[in-house]
Nanobody, 125 residues
Framework: QVQLVESGGGLVQAGGSLRLSCAAS????????MGWFRQAPGKERAFVAG???????NYADSVRGRFTISRDNAKNTVYLQMNSLKPEDTAVYSC???????????????????WGQGTQVTVSS
């Protein structure tokens, strides 16, 4: 069993930055692909970014060039650095772990086995 706990959300003005963290429990973290998803009110959950066990990264087109995902396996933590934030980035952001051994990033929520509780990000205009 893996537990994921996000932190770092909040209220920021457009153009600002936030850094989200996701701390994971469990011994196998380094073998998991990790993803960040977001869900805005009235919308479906959407893929934001993912990183494999080896550091291969995928981004959604809407955030590429503004967001950076990274991981620190020694700390069992994955990060999402969000720059140049826009009001349309407002959502609940959740991290997720794919326990399939060393699988590439899959940008769909059904591929992920463990989820955090989510953290609210609000970007004001």
């Amino acid at each position: 069993q893996v537990q994921l706990v996000e932190s770092g959300g909040g209220l920021v003005q457009a153009g600002g930055s936030l850094r989200l963290s996701c701390a994971a429990s469990g011994r196998s973290f380094s073998n998991y692909a990790m993803g960040w998803f977001r869900q805005a009110p009235g919308k479906e959950r959407a893929f934001v970014a993912g990183i494999t066990w080896s550091g291969t990264i995928n981004y959604a087109d809407s955030v590429r060039g503004r967001f950076t995902i990274s991981r620190d396996n020694a700390k069992n933590t994955v990060y999402l650095q969000m720059n140049s934030l826009k009001p349309e980035d407002t959502a609940v952001y959740s991290c997720a772990a794919d326990r399939s051994f060393r699988r590439p990033v899959v940008p769909t929520s059904t591929a992920y086995d463990y989820w955090g509780q989510g953290t609210q990000v609000t970007v004001s205009s």
